[in-house]
């Protein structure tokens, strides 16, 4: 958990006000080598659908009552309402229904499919949920979850030895499969919401 989800204060700099409005999403190695993102350059725009794949829920330490703090890897700390509304499941996917948590303007897919015994969440109650945001290519055509991002940024992160910090390089566009290294452990997009008409 960062330090700013600890804070339960409003947006106190321009650099936390920049976090809120930009979605980091993690891009998943088998979706990267199998070609299934867009293979979208910085600055072009995409439709997909941000999801948090969840590591923990829990419905008694919401607070304060709406909170997303993402850091630069896609780990997320939120807080927020589920929505009546379920992403539908992808025929043959064990994930099953998804419920949408909505925090503030933002409406973003729950992925619980890895937590045991999974969650029992009930629509409209206020919930905390830490885990990491991905792109989902399964769900992007959900009308209450599609939407129209700019690019703003690719970043992989590369291990560096003696346990340094991983070294940070700046990507042009989203890689391709061949684009993969085996000492690169996170590939990261940063997005930007575009207002639709």
Same mark, same amino acid.
């Given at each position: 958990?960062?330090?700013?989800?600890?804070?339960?204060?409003?947006?106190?700099?321009?650099?936390?006000?920049?976090?809120?409005?930009?979605?980091?999403?993690?891009?998943?190695?088998?979706?990267?080598?199998?070609?299934?993102?867009?293979?979208?350059?910085?600055?072009? $725009?995409?439709?997909?659908?941000?999801?948090?794949?969840?590591?923990?829920?829990?419905?008694?330490?919401?607070?304060?009552?709406?909170?997303?703090?993402?850091?630069?890897?896609?780990?997320?700390?939120?807080?927020?309402?589920?929505?009546?509304?379920?992403?539908?499941?992808?025929?043959?996917?064990?994930?099953?229904?998804?419920?949408?948590?909505?925090?503030?303007?933002?409406?973003?897919?729950?992925?619980?499919?890895?937590?045991?015994?999974?969650?029992?969440?009930?629509?409209?109650?206020?919930?905390? $949920?830490?885990?990491?945001?991905?792109?989902?290519?399964? $769900?992007?055509?959900?009308?209450?979850?599609?939407?129209?991002?700019?690019?703003?940024?690719?970043?992989?992160?590369?291990?560096?030895?003696?346990?340094?910090?991983?070294?940070?390089?700046?990507?042009?566009?989203?890689?391709?499969?061949?684009?993969?290294?085996?000492?690169?452990?996170?590939?990261?997009?940063?997005?930007?919401?575009?207002?639709?008409?």
């Amino acid at each position: 958990m960062t330090a700013a989800a600890h804070r339960c204060g409003g947006w106190n700099s321009r650099d936390e006000a920049r976090r809120r409005e930009v979605t980091t999403v993690q891009l998943l190695p088998g979706h990267l080598r199998e070609g299934r993102l867009p293979l979208a350059a910085v600055g072009e $725009v995409v439709h997909v659908t941000p999801m948090i794949y969840a590591d923990d829920v829990d419905r008694l330490r919401c607070r304060p009552t709406r909170l997303w703090d993402l850091d630069e890897y896609g780990t997320v700390v939120a807080c927020g309402v589920l929505g009546v509304d379920t992403v539908p499941a992808v025929e043959g996917d064990a994930a099953g229904d998804l419920d949408v948590l909505v925090v503030g303007r933002r409406s973003v897919p729950l992925n619980c499919a890895g937590m045991h015994p999974a969650p029992d969440l009930e629509p409209g109650r206020p919930v905390y $949920v830490e885990g990491s945001v991905y792109l989902d290519v399964d $769900v992007r055509a959900h009308a209450a979850t599609d939407r129209a991002f700019r690019l703003q940024a690719v970043r992989r992160y590369r291990l560096r030895p003696g346990g340094a910090p991983p070294r940070t390089e700046r990507l042009a566009r989203i890689p391709a499969g061949a684009g993969i290294d085996d000492d690169v452990f996170l590939h990261v997009a940063d997005l930007v919401a575009v207002d639709q008409p």
